[in-house]
């Protein structure tokens, strides 16, 4: 464990007494030079350390995102203030054979990229974040990965935040019909092996929701509070590790239906070919979307926007 986190820790047990650099420096086995060099470290970090006569006060934590905030995650996250995109950093990350589960997060991204080459605004306050993840499944198979991941984001906000959050196809994350979470994907794969699938997400937490997406909603928004962006991704990490094993994955579309918000609705579908609407009816084993027209004939879409109509 890093001496940082050890520091915090030593601070949090103390709750409002203060603790001597004496004592931490000999509970550590460091140097209480080093011990106030890590404090001062730990305040430019963001942490409200008071220094008193009888030693340091930690009186509030910070919802950061630094890789010692996930103990048992620490090796696996990479913190980043401001990036152009999470995306890039997470791809270069996955070329150089980084382990499955690797995460990069960054408090704003300058570039932030959604779906179908839009913009992603990624200000202050929202979670940031692309997970390496490396499934051992059929290339033809990865959209499950976004299937394992969308269905977790809905649980980690119904049970964790009381949420009623729900999937709508192929992967955004909809309370009430306002979106508060989206999700991009990149995937690699060499023959008939994936190298990895990246899975790229953007939650509207204490943010103001985007005016570019139409009736975009935050958690702070819905809870009435702030909400600590650790949480929501300690909490999303531990669901998604589960879901990634071969046989989740095989049962990954009849739990993503169970919280879907899009299937017995109307929908208009634009492709980068068409636009058209028609009764969406059910998502296939390819992750398709399967649309019934008016005319009763069925169309299946494997890519593009689903608008639910009103
Ligand atoms: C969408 O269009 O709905 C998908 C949005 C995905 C945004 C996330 S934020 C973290 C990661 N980095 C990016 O640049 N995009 C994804």
Partial sequence: MHTK??????????????????????QLGVSRVSVWKQIQNLISDGYDIQTTPKGYCLTTLPDTLFPWEFPSRENQIHYFRELPSTMSVAGDLARKNCPSLTVVVADRQSKGRGRLSRQWVSESGGLYFTVVTRPEIAPRDAFRVNFAAATTLADVLRNEFKIHAGVKWPNDILVDGRKICGMLSEMSAEGERIS???????????????????????????????VRRKSVLAAFLETFERRLDADSLGSVIAEWKKRNTTLGKTVSIVTVREQFSGLATDVDEDGALIITLADGSCRKILYGDCFHDM
Avoid: F, H, W
């Fill in 5 to 26: 986190d050890k520091i915090i820790r030593i601070l949090q047990q103390t709750g409002n007494t203060a603790c001597s650099g004496e004592r931490i420096a000999e």
């Fill in 196 to 226: 990895y699938v990246n899975i790229g997400i953007g939650i509207n937490v204490n943010n103001p929701p985007p005016e570019t997406t139409p009736s975009a909603v935050s958690m702070r928004q819905l809870t009435g509070r702030d």
